[in-house]
């Protein structure tokens, strides 16, 4: 039973999976700026075509939450899990609202151009907040906005770290993966 994903979709998807993407951030090197722990569970927040969902269910025996409001690309990733044979893949259409968990119950909630979708921000940081355990980490990857573009919607690395600090996060790590992204690595503050 082969379908095809709706025709919008296709640059998106294209710029999901680009080589240029896989060589300014890869999953890889996502995964070795945090501790993962084998039993890990890990929410991949606007996950897209599982870019990092999948090699997150690679490298832990938890669960791997992928997340999209976009019923197209969670069918995506539901394919490419079956494929690869992952079953601790857990599909979710729906916002964090949606998530099947408790709280402190994530190890690492990975959001990549994402958040600078969502106004306001700092109700869904707080959402993501209580899901965290303890220990937990939350990685935002964005694109740095451009000087006087008002095409997308985008916030500078300085708004971002803001609104963390705000929602009760602790900035760990800062740095740009390449000229055109920025991310954040913060931590719970209990």
């Given amino acids: 039973m082969h379908h095809s994903h709706s ?6 998807v294209s710029y999901l999976e680009s080589a240029e993407r896989r060589k300014e951030f890869s999953p890889d090197m996502l995964f070795n700026s945090i501790p993962v722990k084998e ?6 927040f606007g996950a897209g075509t599982g870019y990092f969902t999948i090699p997150a269910a690679e490298r832990t025996k938890g669960n791997v939450y992928a997340l999209d409001q976009d019923v197209d690309m969670v069918e995506i990733i539901k394919e490419k899990a079956m494929e690869k044979q992952l079953a601790n893949i857990v599909p979710i259409l729906g916002s964090m609202e949606s998530l099947p968990v408790t709280d402190s119950s994530i190890d690492i909630i990975i959001a990549s151009l994402v958040l600078h979708e969502i106004k306001p921000l700092g109700p869904i940081l707080k959402q993501m907040k209580s899901v965290l355990a303890s220990d937990g980490y939350l990685v935002c990857l964005e694109i740095k906005p451009k000087e006087n573009s ?3 919607p985008r916030v500078t690395m300085e708004g971002m770290e803001r609104e963390m600090i705000e929602a009760g996060f602790q900035v760990t790590e800062k740095f740009f993966p390449s000229k055109s ?3 954040l690595i913060v931590r719970k503050v209990n």
């Avoid at 025709?7 to 998106?12: I, L, Q």
């Avoid at 039993?39 to 991949?44: E, F, L, M």
């Fill in 39 to 44: 039993t890990a569970n890990i929410v991949d």
């Fill in 150 to 152: 008002e095409r997308a």
């Fill in 7 to 12: 025709k919008h979709h296709k640059g998106k």
């Fill in 181 to 183: 992204l920025y991310a």
